[in-house]
């Protein structure tokens, strides 16, 4: 098993000719996570062939109109192709009300329910058989989240060739050794299921930071992730002009420049970086990535429509 | 002096790979009159190459998501990028409503004033020096308006050579004779308009009906138009299917066809059709445009950017 991240926008605030507002999707197994749901990201979804009917729960990290403006859209577009399955929505405290004051002055009519998060505290926000999604707090204008899907660990291997030697014959007593029982075989003889299964293999862990300026909390919150989204709004040259310049102070205060979040993803001993989030005074990301890849390596920045496969090979 | 039309987002209720939710502009001197506000206008905008600080009217058609979800992020970035002009809007009763519920729920800050104005009455619903814009109603799911652009007849030509040969001498006279008053030369000689000026030009007129099932008040608002931009969501063989699907006769009830289409603008003796508002179903065009030329000839179909010049050698 696999999981597929698609980039959908990686623009900050305004939209350019190639990149489209925030939003990110995790496809894993039949199920869409994504990240953020800037304008357009319909549009995008349809782009991506990323379908409108699956199992899905939205994650949005602030309400600033670019991660939040592409909802009212998504739900208006998936109620006209009669989506019948539930859709959560987790966010800040607001997203509700902004929710609701759409579907009360724009004309649509749902045809699935809607569940929706208001995130409160840090910690686990969704627990799901296989996986949870943890939230933490960061640093932005306004209360602002970074959230991280962390995959539970999954059974260790079976070894059939093994299990037959020592003399488990293959039915339910196989089934048992690899949920960590020890089990008789026929003959008498206790096998332990170490004996057999290989250790749990860790899950996939993806953090992803929304806007904030470097903060320990997302270091935390992203320790040993095998990839980390991470925004880079503006460059390291902005730190030293915000020195004469009180907007792009207020601006860079509030963001974090490529060294910054490579810093995060030292700290945060990951196995690889993505930067996103890019200002649209930048044409080309290359400057950006040479800031980012002297204090981490494995550091590449989004494009939109960009796809990543992680698979425990991986971890 | 020509009027630029430009369509930003042509696509019916769910935006397609290569249409974007309904917006035309029309650039008219330094103004941009903006017809309908699709999400994702904003990037359309850029791609376009149409300004943000201009001065600027919106008018909006109904209250159908994918007619006025464009507007939170415009209002947003126009606001990211100090824009200090006023900005007005135009719409049914409601988009008030949806204008400041976004700006409770979602976190900007306006730059520029914004005026609203909720039309309850057809006729006359802003008046410029040199133009008014009119709105009918038209007949939809919910309140539903058409709208069109009438510039005011432009003075007559004035022969400066045939002036002087009368005897009147360049200056005030020459004013005073354009403006249709007759003068008096030196010489006592009394000099009447129509003798140096020809007659008044009529104006460009624009009509664009939103989404609306063929009606008699939208033939009358678009009367010897120079351009009616009309919708045009299904082709005519639907209304074959709808006599034996309920949901297709739900929907084809409230549009039109190109012929019907055609038909208005037949009616309404314009000089040119542009249909626009085509449902995802069409990956071509080229049978709707069919259908539309057998009634009227001089007809397209509306792809995104595409771009007329209107001039008065036009009218």
């Known amino acids: 098993m696999s999981i597929q991240v698609i980039f959908l926008g990686t623009a900050a605030s305004i939209p350019t000719v190639s990149r489209a507002l925030p939003s990110v999707v995790v496809k894993r197994k ?24 699956r199992k899905m729960k939205i994650f949005t990290t602030h309400m600033h109109g670019d991660h939040v403006l592409g909802l009212p859209g998504l739900l208006q577009t998936m109620s006209l192709l ?40 840090e910690g686990v926000v969704c627990e799901e058989r296989e996986y949870h999604v943890q939230a933490a ?11 991280a899907l962390i995959e539970k660990p999954r059974l260790g291997r079976f070894n059939p060739e093994k299990a037959k030697a ?66 880079s709004t503006l460059g390291d040259e902005m730190l030293k002009r915000a020195q004469e310049d009180a907007r792009m102070l207020a601006i860079i205060k509030i963001h974090s420049t490529p060294s910054q ?15 996103t989030h890019l200002s649209s005074r930048y044409k080309s990301a290359e400057r950006l990535l040479e800031q980012a ?15 990543i496969e992680l698979s425990l090979g991986d971890a």
């Open 166 to 231: 020592l003399g488990v014959p293959e039915g339910p007593l196989w089934s048992r050794l690899q949920h960590g029982e020890k089990v008789k075989t026929p003959t008498g003889k206790v096998v332990k299921p170490e004996e057999v299964v290989s250790a749990p293999r860790p899950g996939i862990k993806i953090a992803y930071s929304g806007d904030t300026r470097p903060t320990r909390s997302l270091a935390r919150l992203a320790e040993n992730a095998d990839l980390l989204i991470h925004e």
């Open 293 to 307: 890849r002297k204090i981490f390596p494995n550091v590449d920045v989004a494009e939109d429509f960009m796809k």
């Open 82 to 121: 009669d989506r019948t399955q539930r859709l959560e929505v987790y966010g800040p405290v607001g997203i509700r009300a902004f929710i609701e004051s759409i579907q009360l002055t724009v004309q649509f009519v749902l045809t699935f329910p809607i569940e929706i998060y208001e995130i409160e505290n």
């Open 30 to 53: 039949n199920e869409i996570l994504m990240f953020d749901c800037g304008e357009g990201v319909q549009r995008q979804m349809i782009k991506a062939r990323v379908g409108f009917h």
């Open 261 to 275: 979040a490579a810093e995060i993803a030292r700290k945060a001993k990951v196995k690889r970086l993505i930067l």
């Open 137 to 147: 707090r960061t640093i932005h204008m306004i209360p602002s989240l970074a959230y």
